[in-house]
């Protein structure tokens, strides 16, 4: 299977920060990644879609880019509802998750 | 607007069958792709299936000879079985929404329900 492998674990940040997600694939999946942000109690919700696309209704400050192997999420400028936890998956071949980035208020 | 809501029976006595169901609204199962996905402490989400016009089947090879998934129509409803439930298979489940397109992507999940397996 291919492994996703998202960097950093976790990550403590203020409101208006702009932070970065990196997730990298074992092998190249094209463009086959999408990202999805986990609340506790909330139902996950699709941010980014084929790497770059924003899914509908989705703010503009999410934006995500990459191709091949190394993938990248941003928010832009941290608003407190974006203080969850974001994860990556594959749909290159069996699909697959990353570990997840804990986003923490500091 | 589209709702998906998990149901099951929150706690399995391992080795026993696990049978959870996801109730769709606004949205017709047939017209649709529909998965699960689960997430548990030790290994994350992991993608368990997902069910296309209405009965065939695609499952994740690490779990496809313990899990079954259908759909009732009547009901607007999908089902998930696991068989022969270890305490592995304790995890928040997931139902979603599939699209398929150039790329798939799951646009709209449920809230999961959370089942623990007991010993």
């Known amino acids: 299977d291919i492994q996703l492998t998202q960097s950093p674990s976790s990550l403590s940040a203020s409101v208006g920060d702009r932070v970065t997600i990196t997730c990298r694939a074992s092998q190249s999946i094209r463009t086959y990644l999408n990202w999805y942000q986990i609340q506790e109690g909330k139902a996950p919700r699709l941010l980014i879609y084929a790497a770059s696309s924003l899914q509908s209704g989705v703010p503009s400050r999410f934006s995500g880019r990459g191709s091949g192997t190394d993938f990248t999420l941003t928010i832009s400028a941290l608003q407190p509802e974006d203080f969850a936890t974001y994860y990556c998956q594959q749909t290159y071949t069996t699909w697959t998750f990353g570990q997840g980035t804990k986003v923490e208020i500091k | 607007q589209v709702q998906l809501q998990e149901s099951g029976p929150g706690l399995v006595k391992s080795s026993e069958t696990l049978s959870l169901i996801c109730n769709v609204s606004?949205?017709?199962?047939?017209?649709?792709?529909w998965g699960w996905i689960r997430q548990s402490p030790g290994k994350g989400l992991e993608w368990i299936g997902y069910i296309y016009d209405s009965g065939g089947a695609t499952y994740n090879p690490s779990l496809k000879s313990r899990v079954t998934i259908f759909a009732d129509t009547s009901k607007n409803e999908l089902s998930l079985k696991v068989d022969s439930m270890t305490a592995a298979d304790t995890a928040v489940y997931f139902c979603a929404r599939l699209v398929v397109a150039d790329n798939w992507y799951f646009d709209l999940w449920g809230r999961g329900t959370l089942v623990t397996v007991s010993s």
């Open positions: 606004g949205d017709s199962i047939s017209s649709s792709y």
